[in-house]
Every structure is written in structure tokens, then in C-alpha cells.
């Protein structure tokens, strides 16, 4: 019978053996290359999209020591603000002027300062809580012109000398003030803000939970071998409630999280 036992091997005697060593050989051969494949790396090597997790190959340069130096920042585009690396080395164009400023009133706060209108929802959404929380908040400082930041630098440097106003100061371009989106805090109905805030009712409050409104601290305490600058307890920079918590979360300050995200994110 066709479909027999001894029908198949009738016809698997019929194969020439040189035949059959061929098609063996060739199975072997396809196995082990099968095998290959599967435990060599992926040739996939390509840093990964934007926004997904970044290639676990990419070799980073690690965060540059503190220096006064003078280079351009490598995103000073206005619709980079969240990621723009502003420091003691890299500074922002004198012609850079953030454009949509608005004046904090539209937040709930007094005249007399301009921020970003993008910035407005959450800080009015972070000024309710912190009052809803019974520790009250208000601005002392928020976009300053390189101009503007000029002047506040010579006053300092013959007040203080060179050297103090360098720690105490960010140069012309080289402070966060610039973008738009940065303020500095302090207790509502205080006259001023000082070193102190960050052990007041206000200042641990807006310290535990600035993030979760898009805003991070820039120079924290015990920090400014990596900050450059000396503890700001005040100084705050919004960069938006998703990338906000990414720092938060990362345990890495605002100048070392962005040094690390702008190489992972070169593309």
C-alpha cells in the first residue's frame, strides 16, 4: 500500500546516499547558524527613538567639572526650554528673549514679573496648593533679560568682589533667568528670601512638592561641586510635570540630568 511502512522505506532506499550526506549536511549547517544568530547581539545598534529608552551601548562623556567658560549652549532653540543646559560654561546667546511672556498676575501672583505663558497653569495650580497647604508662596525674582542679568552681576562683583559674585551670581547668559521659566520663591508677605527658607513651613513645602507641578530645584544644598553654584533653596526651574518628575525621580540634579538626557538624546 502506498501510505505502508514499507512503501516509505522503499522509497527512502531509493535516495543516493551521496544525496542524502548533502541535505544532511545542509540542515546541520542552517541549525548552527540558527543558533548563531540567537545568541549574537542585535545588529540593532542604533540609539533608540526619541522619548523610548536610550541604547544601553551609548558611550556618554561624563558631566564636565565646574569652569568659567564661555560656549554656547547646544539646544538654545525657544521650544527647547525644558532641556537647555545652562551653567558656569555654557550660556545662552545675548540676543536670546523668550518669546510669550506674560506677566505673573495670570498665575495669581502681583505685578512686577514676566514669565512664560506656558509656565502659568502650573504655577497657578502650585500656588493654590502650597496655600491650600497653609504655607503661602509669592516671587521674588523671574525672567531676566542678559541685560538685565548684567547689571545684577557688576552690582554684586563691586559688592562682593569677583570672586563671591562668581558663586553667588550666574554671569550675563549664563543664568536660567534667561529662558523664561525659571523663578525664585519666597514666604508670602516676607520682605525678601534668604538661605534659611529651606528650614521654613514654606520652603520644605515647596521643596517636597515643587515637582509634582512641573517645577525643579536648580541648586540644591550640599550640591554645588556638580550645580556650580552655591545652595539656592529659592531658585526654581519649570520644565514641565512629565520631565520634572523624571529628575525627581532619577535622584540627579537639574545640571546632571540634562548633561546625561541631551547625549542620549543627540539625534
Known sequence: MPGSARGRDEARSKVPFPALVAVLLAVA??????????????????????????SPSLNLRPLPACRYGSKTAA????RAWRVTLVDTTFRLPKTYAPPGLVSTVAAGFEAGF????VVVPDLSALRQAAEAAGNPIDI???????????????ERKARLGYEQALVKTARPGHSEHQLGTTLDFKTKGARDVSIHWASTP?????????????FVQSYPRDKGDVTCYADEP?????????LAAQIHDSGLTTREFLWKWNQEHSS
Open 202 to 214: 514654606a520652603g520644605r513645602w515647596v521643596a517636597e512638592n515643587a515637582w509634582r507641578f512641573g
Open 29 to 54: 549547517v542552517a541549525v548552527v547558524a540558527v543558533r548563531a544568530g540567537l545568541s549574537s547581539p542585535s545588529s540593532d545598534t542604533a540609539t533608540s527613538p526619541r522619548g523610548s529608552s536610550p
Open 114 to 117: 514676566l514669565i512664560r505663558k
Open 140 to 154: 521674588v525674582a523671574s525672567y531676566r533679560s542678559y541685560q538685565q542679568q548684567k547689571q545684577l552681576f557688576d
Open 75 to 78: 539646544k538654545v532653540g525657544y
Open 234 to 242: 529659592w531658585h526654581y526651574r519649570y520644565v514641565g510635570r512629565g
